[in-house]
């Protein structure tokens, strides 16, 4: 095992899991459903919210607003503050942030929220503005979305490695069966696996199934000392590891790898665990192709194994693998940036017991990770955390 260099997280916790249910269409703002998180948040912990010391969010559709601007909204006077733009891995990346900001007592108590709206327009509108990547060259030529920039991923991908859309299709089935046990998944309605690959094609080799759902919704979670939880008689789990990586591997033609492959080592070593320790993973589930090469990246299995170790495993909540047990992204939807928060909070509540109809027996490590920022052909950011619950 790799030994860690870094200085250990010892003493930050995590605390409060919150999700404030998704909707397909909002007419509300970004910030009212940030607000409401913030608003779980102070009551979850049973502390006021001057108590909140620290602030990070991420959001697409805050307009001009950051999170200063939402420290008057809100009435909140912080002595750390950051808001952080990576989409998929800004749950990760806050986390990390926050943990160092309460470990050097520069903030007592951080409150991480993501949060977004979905208006009508708001997914084009998004896309238009994304970066100034894809206002030059890819929204002015048609291909506006993810979905063909994904596409293009996921077909050398599967011809590379020899992944089928049925290997890609089970991870996609699993997780709509353990949505139909979260009542806050969007999706209600069974899948099966003919069904998934009768779906219409989206961009092949993306077809329906593979796709997330963009809806409105928030996500947030605070951070703190252990001290500082244990005063206030809230459950907690330990941070034991993260990594964090941006364009990494810049020089392959195209993406059949991510930031994590670069970390892996490090993030164990850190924890002072290793893959087969982990009680359930959460990984960040945009499309399912970028699942199958997280568990390669992420030390499951070699590089070009996925698909074989997506067919010798259960990925339900009641399986061998336990993973995105919420139902994930591609059935619980998309609420913008919230999405990089989903499995970590998920994690989160697995750890602390507190999954409900999710829960996974005698859950107390957890792994959750993070992906985001699209350039045509691979995602620049990525992320991961390693948990622990009190029992560990």
Request: net charge negative; glycine share 10%.
């Amino acid at each position: 095992m790799t030994n860690s260099l870094r200085a250990p997280y010892d003493g930050v916790v995590i605390a409060a899991p919150v999700t404030i249910p998704y909707v397909r269409y909002s007419i509300e703002s970004a910030q009212w459903w940030i607000g409401r998180a913030l608003n779980a948040l102070v009551a979850q912990a049973g502390i006021k919210a001057s108590d909140i010391d620290g602030l990070c969010v991420s959001s697409f559709t805050m307009g001009t607003d950051s999170g200063v601007g939402l420290t008057q909204h809100f009435g909140l006077c912080v002595r750390w503050l950051d808001t952080i733009p990576l989409g998929g891995a800004s749950a990760i990346a806050g986390l990390r942030k926050a943990a160092r900001a309460v470990q050097a007592r520069d903030a007592d108590i951080v409150a991480c929220v993501a949060g977004d709206t979905n208006h009508v327009d708001s997914f084009r509108l998004t896309l238009e503005n994304f970066s100034r990547f894809n206002q030059d060259a890819v929204y002015p030529y048609g291909a506006g979305g993810a979905n063909s920039s994904f596409a293009l991923i996921a077909r050398n991908y599967m011809r590379t490695f020899g992944v089928t859309r049925e290997d890609v299709g089970k991870i996609a089935v699993a997780q709509r069966a353990n949505a139909l046990r979260n009542p806050h998944a969007l999706m209600k309605a069974p899948l099966t696996m003919e069904q998934y690959l009768a779906a219409r094609p989206i961009s092949d080799p993306i077809h329906l199934f593979d796709c997330v759902m963009p809806c409105a919704g928030a996500e947030a979670f605070l951070v703190m000392r252990d001290e500082t939880a244990a005063s206030l008689g809230l459950p907690a789990a330990r941070l034991l590891s993260t990594i964090e990586r941006h364009n990494a591997f810049a020089d392959d033609p195209m993406q059949v790898r991510g930031g994590w492959a670069m970390d892996v080592g490090e993030l164990y070593a850190m924890a002072g665990v290793k893959p087969d320790d982990l009680d359930i993973v959460q990984t960040y589930d945009d499309y399912p192709i970028i699942t199958m090469m997280q568990f390669e990246d992420l030390g499951f299995c070699r590089k070009g194994e996925g698909a074989a170790f997506v067919r010798q495993h259960d990925l339900t909540i009641d399986g061998d693998f336990p993973h995105n047990t919420s139902g994930g992204q591609l059935s619980v939807g998309q609420a913008g940036a919230a999405g990089a928060y989903l499995g970590l909070v998920e994690g989160l509540r697995q750890v602390l017991g507190t999954a409900g109809t999710t829960q996974v027996r005698n859950a107390s490590l957890a792994l959750a990770s993070g992906f985001g920022m699209i350039n045509y052909d691979r995602g620049l950011a990525s992320g991961a955390a390693i948990l622990a619950g009190p029992s560990r």
